[in-house]
């Protein structure tokens, strides 16, 4: 479960937007509070607030997201106990509160608005609340049994790597089999292979490298696999079918709706690489 948390001055709008009911908002947990409605329980808010006014953001607002899969299963039950148990994590004690849920997306996710001024007047500390807010939800998904942060990290990394590993099979094949002459030839056959090629384009209109998505995923050429930055695919492709023949293929390219051209970097690396592969060859000979 992932947790956001801040202080805000703008309390009634934020309610509203969480009592949206296009967003098939549910009321699942309140505290110290008897409106039925974003004006009744903002200016409720507001009488205790007065008690401080030299507190300007006073109210907190929190997000609390649990993983899409422990969402799907958590009903309001569930999702009350959890806004308790956060709050008491939170050391927010007998405060005013209101917490709706969203299930507008696959994602569900609850907002939760609490009064930062206690009954006495003393306004709430939120020094690094942002971090204290996603340590208490680590602890109340621990709690629940619930998936946290680090599982979805771990579950992440573990999928990155056969993202990577497949991303790199379909452009082995592409360069096996295909064997393209120039990088609109690489990314049109890579489409072919379900992957999405993004040119990495400078303000001086030169190519960098690329993107590739695939799966949901999206990652630079270098990060999947050394041999897939934007240079060592053009070295690739110049060691195949020449220095020249392939400048000469990628003088003027047409990506992201605009003429680009390659950078000199890249040309340099390029034709140093397949020369040192000439010499080498001769020298074996």
């Known amino acids: 479960m992932i947790g956001k948390g801040k202080s805000i001055a703008h309390t009634r709008a934020s309610m509203a937007y969480g009592w949206n009911q296009e967003k098939n908002a549910e009321v699942v947990y309140r505290q110290h509070l008897v409106g039925d409605n974003p004006k009744e329980i903002s200016r ?3 009488l205790i607030q007065e008690q401080n006014v030299n507190c300007k953001k006073n109210t907190l607002s929190f997000v609390l997201s649990p ?3 422990d969402g799907k299963k ?11 148990a956060f709050m008491e994590k939170m050391k927010l004690g007998e405060r005013q509160a209101i917490a709706f849920v969203h299930r507008d997306k696959q994602h569900l996710h609850i907002h939760l608005y609490v009064n930062r001024i ?7 500390n939120d020094s690094f609340i942002g971090k204290r807010c996603q340590q208490a939800a680590e602890k109340v998904a621990e709690q629940y049994q619930l998936t946290t942060v680090r599982h979805l990290q771990i579950e992440k990394e573990f999928n990155l790597k056969d993202i990577r590993a497949e991303i790199k099979r379909r452009h082995d094949i592409t360069m096996k089999y295909v064997k393209p002459k ?3 030839q690489y990314i049109k056959a890579m489409e072919t292979n379900k992957v999405k090629v993004i040119p990495c384009i400078n303000k001086a209109n030169k190519l960098q490298g690329f993107r590739f998505e695939f799966d949901g995923y999206n990652l630079k050429g270098s990060e999947i696999h050394r041999s897939m930055s934007g ?7 110049a060691g195949q079918v020449g220095v020249k023949p392939f400048l000469k293929e990628n003088e003027q ?3 992201a709706g605009k003429a680009v051209q390659l950078s000199n970097r890249m ?10 592969q000439i010499i080498s060859r001769g020298i074996e000979y």
Do not use: P, R
Request: hydrophobic content about 45%; overall charge positive; proline content about 0%.
């Open 231 to 237: 240079g060592n695919i053009g070295k690739a492709m």
């Open 182 to 184: 120039s990088f609109d």
């Open 118 to 124: 206690d009954f006495n007047g003393n306004a709430y």
């Open 253 to 255: 390219l047409k990506m």
């Open 67 to 69: 993983a899409i899969e």
């Open 44 to 46: 409720e808010f507001q």
């Open 267 to 276: 040309i340099v690396s390029i034709t140093k690489h397949v020369l040192k």
């Open 74 to 84: 958590l009903h309001k039950a569930e999702l009350q106990k959890i806004c308790a």
